[in-house]
């Protein structure tokens, strides 16, 4: 089945720094990818659409200056956190559908972001 | 935009008795319905999902039923077990590439 896998499961960075995450679709091309910040005990929030090739879609209230979306190729979207601070500090999970089916989103195993 | 709801935030239940999720969902266009489990510190996992021209489908001790008019789908799982606990998210989306929009969640415990 389809692959997502998400790099690095957890980091810790000091206030000020920024932060790259990697997702990519192992055995499927994903033209959409999906970025979700998810707080303790609550949901899966959507910050942004990623579109390869193209600028990405933020959601409302989404800082597109402080999350910084790269979609360079069918397989990987990075999610750079620029100058993080501790109230970024959240689990961020993306999200990919393999393009040949149509449905059935994977989700990558997340990253635990704390900044201190 | 979509807006789902999800009901109950949290249920208790006993080992071997039945449970049931129910989500709403307000986008007409939302056609495909997809049941998210999720254990603690881990990503979310496909159960099961449903498209629009479907209203019921079951596998193994899961069913979603789907209601297009009231705009509602229910999650039902049988037989619970202990590591049937865990945190459930409902969630909609529209056309296969459209952003899914995700339930509140709620955190299942199974009662040995």
């Known amino acids: 089945g389809a692959v997502v896998s998400q790099h690095p499961s957890w980091v810790i960075c000091k206030s000020g720094t920024s932060v790259k995450i990697e997702c990519r679709s192992l055995?499927?091309?994903?033209?959409?990818m999906f970025w979700y910040r998810q707080f303790p005990k609550q949901s899966l929030m959507l910050m942004a659409t990623s579109n390869e090739g193209s600028k990405a879609t933020y959601e409302q209230g989404v800082e597109k200056d402080k999350f910084l979306i790269n979609h360079a190729s069918l397989t990987l979207s990075t999610l750079t956190v620029t100058s993080a601070h501790p109230e970024d500090s959240s689990f961020y999970i993306c999200?990919?559908?393999?393009?040949?089916?149509?449905?059935?989103?994977?989700f990558g195993s997340g990253t635990r972001l704390t900044v201190v | 935009g979509e807006n789902v709801e999800q009901h109950p935030s949290t249920l208790s239940v006993q080992e071997g008795d039945s449970a049931v999720i129910k989500c709403t969902y307000s986008?007409?266009?939302?056609?495909?319905f997809p049941w998210y489990k999720q254990e603690l510190g881990k990503r979310p996992q496909l159960i099961i999902d449903?498209?629009?021209?479907?209203g019921e489908k079951k596998d193994q001790r899961i069913a979603v039923t789907l209601n297009k008019t009231a705009k509602h789908f229910s999650l039902h799982i049988t037989e619970t077990q202990p590591e049937d606990s865990a945190v459930y998210f409902c969630a909609a989306a529209s056309g296969g590439y459209q952003k899914v929009t995700f339930g509140t969640g709620t955190k299942l415990q199974v009662i040995p």
């Open positions: 986008d007409s266009a939302s056609n495909y």
């Open positions: 055995d499927f091309q994903a033209t959409t």
């Open positions: 449903i498209r629009s021209n479907v």
């Open positions: 999200s990919a559908s393999d393009t040949s089916t149509g449905y059935g989103y994977t």
